[in-house]
T-cell receptor, first 115, second 114 residues
Framework: AQKVTQAQTEISVVEKEDVTLDCVYE???????LFWYKQPPSGELVFLIR??????QNEISGRYSWNFQKSTSSFNFTITASQVVDSAVYFC????????????FGTGTSLTVIP | GAVVSQHPSRVICKSGTSVKIECRSL??????MFWYRQFPKKSLMLMAT?????????EQGVEKDKFLINHASLTLSTLTVTSAHPEDSSFYIC??????????FGPGTRLTVT
């Protein structure tokens, strides 16, 4: 079973629009971490955020914000006022204590920001 | 932040040859490193978990004899693709674990087998 689901395969937005990337996860652990990574065309994974299962506070970092809701097992990522440089593939990932910190990646959402 | 390097970044080899990819944690020691494979427009799939001083743990469906992993020191893990075939062409990414839940990813190695 897929532990991390990113239902949106591809999204296109016009520059300056806001966009939300969805992430739904599945785990039986009470202790786990959630991550978002950006993968530009160069291929290198760029770390964006890590959230532990005990901290449901939403976080904002510049134009990026994250909404963690344990009740719906979701960890959504919003980019406000999108820019062309935001074009990339974004991965959501889960790490569980039970499985030795192994990462489970979602299938990724390819975001294209049109100028 | 912690830095993980991979070498080479790109490699082209002929079918039947072997290719070694290095993963190094530059500013921390990593008891555990992970190797992932990513096909074009696909997600990262964990291939194996590499533990310093012991045998690697391979995921189901990954051939141990095909993908040799050696983690000889706390800063270096190597992945050797033996007798490479065109279907082994892929993007290989390693990560190193510094502390619990802190994994740092390398920049990846793009392998093309002709």
């Amino acid at each position: 079973a897929q532990k991390v689901t990113q239902a949106q395969t591809e999204i296109s937005v016009v520059e300056k629009e806001d966009v939300t990337l969805d992430c739904v996860y599945e785990t039986r652990d009470t202790t786990y971490y959630l991550f978002w990574y950006k993968q530009p065309p160069s291929g290198e994974l760029v770390f964006l955020i890590r959230r532990n299962s005990f901290d449901e506070q939403n976080e904002i970092s510049g134009r990026y914000s994250w909404n963690f809701q344990k009740s719906t097992s979701s960890f959504n990522f919003t980019i406000t006022a999108s820019q062309v440089v935001d074009s990339a593939v974004y991965f959501c990932a889960l790490s569980e204590a039970r499985t030795g910190n192994q990462f489970y990646f979602g299938t990724g959402t390819s975001l294209t920001v049109i100028p | 932040g912690a830095v993980v390097s991979q070498h080479p970044s790109r490699v082209i080899c002929k079918s039947g040859t072997s290719v070694k990819i290095e993963c190094r944690s530059l500013d921390f020691q990593a008891t555990t490193m992970f190797w992932y494979r990513q096909f074009p427009k696909k997600s990262l799939m964990l291939m194996a978990t590499s533990n310093e001083g012991s045998k690697a743990t391979y995921e189901q469906g990954v051939e141990k004899d095909k993908f040799l992993i050696n983690h000889a020191s706390l800063t270096l893990s190597t992945l050797t693709v033996t007798s490479a075939h065109p279907e082994d062409s892929s993007f290989y990414i390693c990560s190193a674990e510094r502390d619990s839940y802190e994994q740092y990813f390398g920049p990846g190695t793009r392998l093309t087998v002709t």
